[in-house]
């Protein structure tokens, strides 16, 4: 059972008591992130989260790091597609310390300017080491060819808008973005849900204002084939086409049929492209989805020699689904689906993240018996159904690599 409070200044505060732990976690959601950059800083809102952990209130830098290091706490920030992030995970007893250093980081951050070229150069590192990472390039090339406008946008953010983010810009990017109204703060573990609402008002309840609206997602770009030339002993292709988004009646046939295709060694990618005839050593699909849409998005990475052949038989295998389902990987896919869920009830700290994300995208958050019986009920005629609304009769392609892949079959 979730208790969900609004404060007076919109934050909307959830809680799940688990009496048999001793931990607590807890997750605070902001609109922002990447797609609410403005043209010619992506990348700010990396910036502006990094350096908000670099001392808030009466800390410095280094005291509010001790002081969470004190607590125990596995804490962490980041600014994702959609969202600024906080979390952590403690003993239960020390959560309203840590709750009171989150609340200082997002209403009394420093700020401090002579940290902003460590911050950059941290982040210019990590958009250098895509050369060293083939694979994680080719997906976010796909990503940005797929999505419209700025749902396309890398997390990494850009070169220019890293290096045009000035310390002003960010100070005024905080007062625009770090607001209460439209976020979301999630604890779980053993607490008392009407002693969190006391401090939780008590620690946030004069933060005010609205945070961003996230931006429609618009028109899809049309499907067509990239590729990308890299001087590289190895060709990686991607794929992506539309699939069930959050909400949708096939979402969770869409998870249950990802789990035939990319269920691990027993996996269809993974047996007939791998196993089978040895075209590459990874090879996988994978069923993202939210509020606005959902998308499978395949990966296999091969010799320029093999490059061809590995894409055929991948994209024969995402094809053939429909209709050839045997009972036993569908049982296989639904019990590692399950399996998951289940494990991750042990965690306070995914049970803050799922309610989190559950209210993110629908306001409201679901039990995990509706999720359960939502994957058991999914049969062979249901996976079918799935793939009937969701065929893949276009797809969007990216390769990477020193030789390109006809992708027209």
Excluded at 40 to 66: F, H, K, Q
Excluded at 328 to 339: G, S, T, V
Excluded at 361 to 385: F, H, M, N, Q
């Amino acid at each position: 059972m979730v208790t969900v409070h609004t404060l007076s200044n919109g934050l909307v505060l959830l809680i799940e008591e688990i009496p048999h732990v001793e931990s607590a976690a807890y997750e605070l959601l902001i609109p922002g992130g990447i797609i609410t950059d403005e043209e010619g800083r992506v990348g700010s809102s990396l910036i502006l989260a990094e350096l908000m952990s670099r001392g808030a209130g009466s800390m410095d830098s280094r005291a509010i790091s001790n002081a969470f290091d004190s607590l125990g706490a596995g804490h962490s920030e980041s600014a994702g597609h959609d969202r600024f992030g906080f979390r952590g995970m403690l003993l239960a007893d020390k959560l309203e310390s840590a709750l009171e250093l989150v609340s200082m980081m997002v209403q009394k951050p420093h700020l401090p300017e002579p940290e902003l070229d460590s911050i950059k150069s941290l982040l210019m590192q990590d958009l250098s080491s895509l050369v060293d990472n083939p694979a994680r390039r080719v997906m976010i090339e796909l990503g940005r060819c797929y999505y419209p406008g700025v749902w396309g946008r890398a997390s990494l953010g850009t070169e220019e808008g890293i290096q045009a983010t000035t310390i002003e810009y960010v100070r005024s990017d905080w007062e625009r973005r770090i607001r209460p109204r439209g976020a979301v703060l999630s604890i779980a573990g053993k607490v008392r849900s009407a002693e969190v609402i006391k401090v939780v008002e008590r620690l946030f309840g004069a933060w005010s204002g609205t945070a961003l609206a996230v931006p429609e997602i618009g028109e899809m770009p049309s499907h067509r084939a990239h590729h990308i030339e890299f001087e590289s002993a190895q060709v990686q292709i991607a794929l992506a086409y539309p699939s069930a988004r959050f909400g949708d009646r096939h979402f969770y046939a869409a998870k249950v049929a990802s789990g035939i295709l990319s269920g691990g060694m027993f996996g269809r990618l993974f047996i007939e492209v791998r196993e089978k005839r040895g075209l590459c050593y990874s090879v996988y699909a994978r069923h993202a989805a939210n509020q606005y849409y959902g998308t499978v998005m395949a990966y296999a990475g091969t010799t320029p020699e093999r490059a061809q052949e590995t894409h055929d038989v991948m994209l024969g295998e995402l094809r053939n689904l429909r209709g050839t389902v045997s009972t036993e990987e569908l049982a296989r896919a639904k019990a590692n689906l399950k399996a998951g869920l289940i494990i991750g009830e042990e965690s306070t700290g995914a049970r803050a993240g799922s309610n989190s994300s559950d209210w993110w995208l629908g306001k409201r958050i679901r039990p995990l018996s509706e999720i359960l019986d939502s994957v058991s009920v999914v049969d062979i005629p249901a996976v079918d159904a799935y793939l009937d609304a969701y065929p893949i009769s276009s797809f969007m392609s990216v390769s990477l690599g020193p030789k390109a892949v006809s992708l027209a079959a």
